[in-house]
């Protein structure tokens, strides 16, 4: 992702229905732990869940390729590194929970990025990732974000437990929202989610996807998966 792109997200990530909502989740899956602990966010971007993190008493360290994200982060008062998620610039069993949001979609060698969460979680450490599911979702707005793949359910599961990690729970997001993003990203031939959205879409998405919450809809097909699952110990 380039600069200009980092820092559209960094103007919209704090408003735009889609970062909330996945911070949202982060702030749920953060109430399982009993006390804050040491967290490494890869492939940061500009920092947003690393700030979350910091937010619940997280001692959070981010990563990110890109010397453009590592700054934008750190100008939010985030502790931020270069590094590639294949080659983490971290020490084996360091952290309590490593974050790889909307970050496996987008490098080849998926298999030695999630073997590199694994060698840097503590035993018994927790792993949040998320990615966006199903190819039949392909499209223009996939290539503009520089993603290679979506996943099926079952590549996700093979890619996390072939890591080493054991799997606690697979769930699908975007559900409610499938049909209209499918209409809306195959009608054209650019991304248009880096851009500012009409607050009046942006409110309705958002509250789409805070009613999803309630409903028993995780392992119905969706436009993401999140995964968790944990390092034996």
């Known amino acids: 992702m380039d600069?200009?792109?980092?820092q559209r997200i960094a103007l919209i990530e704090n408003d735009n229905w889609w970062y909330r909502?996945?911070?949202?989740?982060?702030s749920r899956e953060l109430l399982r732990f009993s006390v804050p602990g040491d967290a490494v966010d890869i492939g940061a971007g500009?920092?947003?869940?690393s700030r979350e993190l910091l937010g619940h008493g997280w001692r959070a360290t981010a990563i990110d390729l890109s010397p453009a994200?590592?700054?934008?982060?750190r100008a939010h008062g985030v502790e931020a590194y270069e590094g590639d998620a294949r080659y983490l610039p971290l020490p084996p069993c360091r952290y309590d929970l490593a974050l790889a949001m909307d970050v496996l979609e987008h490098i080849e060698d998926d298999g030695r990025a999630a073997a590199e969460i694994t060698r840097v979680l503590r035993p018994g450490g927790t792993a949040?990732?998320?990615?966006?599911?199903?190819?039949?979702?392909?499209s223009a707005h996939d290539v503009s974000l520089g993603r290679v793949r979506r996943y099926?359910?079952?590549?996700?599961?093979e890619l996390i437990e072939g890591a080493g990690l054991l799997l606690d729970r697979v769930w699908s997001r975007g559900v409610l929202l499938r049909p209209f993003l499918h209409h809306l990203r195959h009608r054209t031939a650019h991304c248009?989610?880096?851009?500012?959205?009409?607050?009046?879409?942006n409110e309705t998405l958002r509250l789409s996807a805070a009613?999803?919450?309630h409903l028993p809809t995780r392992s119905w097909p969706g436009t993401y998966l999140f995964a968790r699952a944990r390092r034996p110990g």
């Open 192 to 201: 248009e989610d880096l851009a500012p959205l009409h607050p009046f879409i």
């Open 152 to 157: 099926t359910r079952r590549a996700l599961v």
């Open 69 to 73: 994200a590592v700054a934008l982060a």
């Open 21 to 26: 909502e996945r911070r949202a989740i982060l």
């Open 128 to 138: 949040l990732v998320s990615v966006p599911c199903d190819m039949a979702l392909w």
């Open 211 to 213: 009613v999803e919450r």
């Open 46 to 49: 500009a920092g947003g869940n």
């Open 3 to 6: 600069t200009i792109e980092l």
